[in-house]
């Protein structure tokens, strides 16, 4: 896979996460929501997970716990997207990564295709806390891979 696209998506990645939790912030009750707290804890133990793997190393998610407070999962969430744009510039792409399980028992499967994975497991989640947010009454931010585009990739 292409290392720079990689990079464009792990980039966006973490600007879109941080606008959704200038969302979150701005709305007490969004970021005290069971659902999206849930699935925010769920987005970051996916992304160290996937971000480890594709490193070579072997994660444990027993040593993972969920994060209450919102500033220390906003922060853990930062890091481990700054993870994954260095492992996104450092890993060898094509490394076969095993992993012990999947559909159809443990595989085997590149770096690239763990960090490609880590990159649209969030935008999936993204998705639907944006739904969630609607749901609530909030507005969500626009964080389409486009709209970062046009605003120059900050």
């Known amino acids: 896979m292409n290392r720079e696209m990689l990079l464009e998506l792990g980039r966006h990645q973490a600007w879109a996460d941080a606008a959704h939790w200038k969302a979150l912030?701005?709305?007490?009750?969004?970021?005290?929501?069971?659902?999206i707290r849930k699935r925010l804890n769920h987005m970051l133990i996916a992304l160290r997970i996937t971000t480890e793997f594709a490193r070579g190393g072997q994660?444990?998610?027993?040593?993972?716990?969920?994060?209450?407070?919102?500033?220390?999962?906003?922060?853990?969430?930062?890091?481990a997207n700054a993870e994954l744009i260095e492992t996104l510039r450092t890993a060898d792409l094509e490394k076969p990564v095993a992993l012990p399980r999947g559909p159809r028992g443990p595989f085997e499967a590149p770096a690239s295709a763990l960090l490609l994975q880590a990159i649209s497991?969030?935008?999936?989640?993204?998705?639907?806390?944006?739904?969630?947010?609607r749901q609530l009454g909030a507005t969500p931010p626009l964080t389409d891979?486009?709209?970062?585009?046009?605003?120059?990739?900050?």
Do not use: C, K, T
């Open 145 to 154: 891979f486009i709209a970062w585009y046009a605003l120059a990739r900050p």
């Open 121 to 133: 497991h969030g935008q999936y989640h993204r998705g639907q806390n944006a739904s969630r947010m």
């Open 59 to 79: 994660p444990d998610p027993s040593r993972m716990p969920e994060i209450e407070s919102a500033g220390e999962l906003e922060a853990a969430m930062e890091q």
């Open 25 to 35: 912030r701005e709305n007490g009750s969004l970021v005290g929501d069971s659902e």
